[in-house]
């Protein structure tokens, strides 16, 4: 689309393809391969597959997910977007793009557990070393950088108590250690927060959280320049093969053309709740970037257009009032997914967080009083009214 479009219509409107058959809603092209007219045509296809050159086979690329693909490229402000299987499976794709043996990583310490287990296991099995830093201390990102430092990774707000980085400011220290920064922006989403504009070179998501927004399915994706990452991340999916299913994508795809209402309204309903909340006698502390009380409430403002659906608070009382919380609830659903119309409710300290060291969760400010809310689309009062029953 060449004309600049409202990320309401991008939403409804971007990467959208349309068949010989003019169908109105994107078409699920549910097929594995794609036939050729003869065995020249087949030759230059499996030469050079991608959306381009036509397609070969859906492991390479399927136009249900190109669509997929052109649509959160447009709403995250990048030129070219490569969709994967799962939200980690996009963090490997583009950490197996950008890293090689012998290379360093700076990771803030608040990003999903499965990311740190991937950095600080998996790839350091394979001579991928990494350092975890402080999410919100840019001291800590400036020290922590030495020469083999090519990767900077964050996710902004944390999981769950909302930890703030400053995009702009990590990226100019990324940048001036000829680092790349990767964002994990699967709170926020492009309707909140557009790292790209802010600086990072890469955004992941995670598409199983509000992309999809109904808890359906799983996808990822990664958004950015064209060049040679892209290209890279096409020719790992051809090669390693987590490649999302067209189903999903489609899935995904439909999900996108509601975003915007639904993070605006999810954050409205966690915002009233925040407030509420704090209030409570019942309750110590609210951790929501929304709240004015929010340590770094000015610096979400600058970086975000609200404050998302999730929020973590603090009961009086330890892990038998968080728990009494939990359990009593009819309405809101004990799950530790996010990002779903339905709201999700947790106690990070025997879940999220269960396996790490009391240590290393008191570290982390993971209390075990501390109950995390992903709101979703239900009444604030019917909310209120479950959350009642055990506070
Ligand atoms: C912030 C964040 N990033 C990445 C992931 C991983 O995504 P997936 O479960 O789609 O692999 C999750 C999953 O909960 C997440 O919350």
């Not at 993070?263 to 929501?288: D, I, T």
């Not at 659903?333 to 008191?362: C, F, M, Q």
Request: aromatic share 6%; charged share 20%; hydrophobic share 45%.
């Amino acid at each position: 689309m060449a004309e600049k479009l409202e990320l309401s219509t991008l939403g409804v409107r971007a990467g959208t393809a349309r068949s010989d058959f003019s169908e109105h809603s994107e078409a699920l092209f549910l097929t594995s391969s794609f036939v050729f007219e003869n065995a020249a045509a087949a030759a230059a296809g499996f030469g050079d597959p991608g959306a381009g050159a036509g397609y070969v086979y859906s492991r390479y690329t399927n136009p249900t997910v190109t669509m997929l693909q052109d649509r959160l490229a447009a709403l995250e402000g990048g030129e070219a977007c490569i969709a994967t299987a799962s939200g980690m499976s996009a963090i490997l794709a583009v950490s197996m793009v950008l890293l090689k043996a012998g290379d360093h990583v700076v990771c803030s310490n608040a990003v999903f557990g499965a990311t740190v287990q991937l950095y600080a296991t998996l790839l350091a099995r394979f001579g991928i070393e990494t350092t975890f830093v402080s999410p919100a201390k840019l001291e800590d990102w400036q020290r922590a950088v030495r020469p083999g430092t090519k990767l900077f990774y964050l996710e902004t707000p944390s999981n769950p108590l909302g930890e703030v980085s400053d995009i702009a400011a990590i990226a100019a220290i990324a940048k001036k250690a000829g680092a790349a920064l990767v964002v994990d922006n699967v709170f926020c989403t492009p309707i909140l927060q557009r790292p790209l504009e802010l600086g990072a070179d890469f955004v992941v998501h995670s598409a199983t959280k509000h992309l999809d927004g109904q808890g359906r399915v799983l996808g990822g994706a990664v958004i950015g320049r064209k060049g040679p990452v892209i290209d890279g991340l096409q020719a790992f999916l051809r090669t390693a093969g987590p490649s999302i299913s067209p189903f999903n994508a489609w899935v995904i795809l439909k999900g996108l053309e509601t975003l915007e209402i639904r993070m605006l309204a999810q954050s409205e309903r966690a915002l009233a709740l925040a407030r509420w909340l704090e209030k409570h006698p019942k309750v110590e502390r609210v951790h929501y970037t929304g709240l004015e009380s929010h340590p770094q409430h000015a610096l979400a403002k600058k970086q975000q257009r609200a404050g998302g659906a999730v929020l973590a608070f603090e009961v009086k009382g330890g892990k038998e009032a968080a728990w009494k919380v939990i359990d009593s609830t009819k309405l809101i659903s004990i799950t530790g997914n996010l990002g779903d119309v339905k709201t999700t409710i947790t106690h990070p300290a025997t879940t999220t967080h269960g396996r790490l060291k009391p240590e290393a969760r008191a570290a982390a400010g993971i209390r075990d009083g501390l109950v995390r809310l992903a709101v979703g689309l239900e009444a604030v009062e019917d909310l209120k009214a479950d959350l009642s029953r055990g506070l």
